[in-house]
């Protein structure tokens, strides 16, 4: 079983930065592809940003050049350094994991944007 857990969300002011934390444990394929989605209420969730156990990284349109998806020094880690945050960036960010054709989830980590 693979079970991933997010922190580091919270309240950041407008123009602000947060980074977000994801750590993934269990059995996990060597080459696997660590992704951030997240959904705002009313809204479906979207993909925000994806790093491969290759290197590879992709970004949605709305967060290029303000978030960064980086993978940590301990194996199957992943962090979202968010950058000049704006209240469209206000939602539950889920932290996820493709490995050997699954798809694991997170339970979210809430990120409020307000003054």
């Known amino acids: 079983q693979v079970q991933l857990v997010e922190s580091g969300g919270g309240l950041v002011q407008p123009g602000g930065p947060l980074r977000l934390s994801c750590a993934a444990s269990g059995s996990i394929s060597s080459y696997n592809t660590m992704v951030w989605y997240r959904q705002a209420p009313g809204k479906e969730r979207e993909l925000v940003a994806t790093v491969a156990s290759t290197g590879p990284t992709n970004y949605a349109d709305s967060v290029k050049g303000r978030f960064t998806i980086t993978k940590g020094n301990a194996q199957n880690t992943v962090y979202l350094q968010m950058s000049s945050v704006q209240p469209e960036d206000m939602a539950v960010y889920y932290c996820?994991?493709?490995?050997?054709?699954?798809?694991?989830w997170g339970q979210g980590t809430q990120v409020t944007v307000s003054s």
């Open positions: 996820s994991l493709w490995s050997r054709s699954s798809l694991y």
